[in-house]
């Protein structure tokens, strides 16, 4: 007997099994993570300035990779929320398991305006995904208050502010050259 | 350490990662899965005569394929080979409640299958004592279709 005796005598039979492995894990957030938390819930971005190498972390992080050293509340600076698209994916959901969106999406890097900053996986709104493009000029759009939570936000949530922005539209300012952010995106 | 009033109460973040897998089962470990939850526990009989629950495709050995033409009915009773006690179950065991995972020989079996024993009590496990699968009303072809508990209190 096989597989293909066992589906023509009983197609009803068990011949498949869901499994799925599942991971869940809890750790206590960094308390530099829950002042960008907190601030976010108020409407403000903050990020951390690196006075060694000059860029800056959003969300902060209490370290600059970069330069090796540690950063604290003095290299805590406010951030703009408006920018420019740095670099973009579109993105055609295939209906795998968890997948919620059927139509294609854009997903975007945005570098802030000065003091600066790295956005990454930025929802654009208001425009076609075919439209997107690089060095145009955008806002964030927040949630209204009472309506923002931080619930996807942890320690490793780097250039998270999901429950908070809801995404990013075009300011209708003209592009920016993208020689005025190369060299400054990482 | 956090002094931030409105994030204050959630200092713990909660993290999940998921991989769903679907999984085609094979001409025995689908009959057997099926048996389950038809209601009834099957093995198969391997090449020396034993009978293997649960069910294997393989001789365990000479690694010669088993005929699932052989697959026999078992249990549902059987004896705890062995037995250890869960006292605080996770999110992810069979049972809510503590329990045991126990080692138990279905009758007509030869070989020993892991399971959850719904005892109620550390207190009424013991080696050598007699269990039943108790089985749940809405079954989906799982090897949670069923538990086992003490064959007493049925």
Redesign the interface.
Known sequence: ???ND?MTD?PE?????????????????C?IV??Y??AL??GKLLGQISPSSGLVYVPPRSYDPVACEWLGDDHLVELKDRGVVTNFTIVTPVQ???QEKTEPFAKASIMLDDPGGMLSLQDILEIPPDEVRVGMRVEAVWFPEGERN?DE????SWGSAAGCIAGWRPTGEPDLPADTFVGKVY | ??S?????D??????????????????VV??F??GL?DGTIRGIRSRDGRVLVPPTEWDPNTGEPL???DLVEVGPAGVVESWAWVTEPT??HPLQAPFAFALVTLDGADTAMVHAVDAGSIDEMSTGMRVIARWKEER???ITDFVFVPEAGK
């Open positions: 007997m096989s597989d066992a009983a039979d068990v011949r498949m099994m869901d499994y799925f492995m599942h991971l869940e894990y809890h750790e206590l957030v308390p829950l002042t938390a907190a819930m108020e795998y398991y968890g931080i936000i942890g320690n490793r | 350490m956090c931030t009033p409105a994030v204050a959630r200092p713990i973040s909660t993290h999940v990662i998921e991989f769903p897998y679907t999984r085609t089962l094979g001409p689908g009959p899965l099926t939850r005929d699932p033409s999110g992810k989906i072809g799982h």
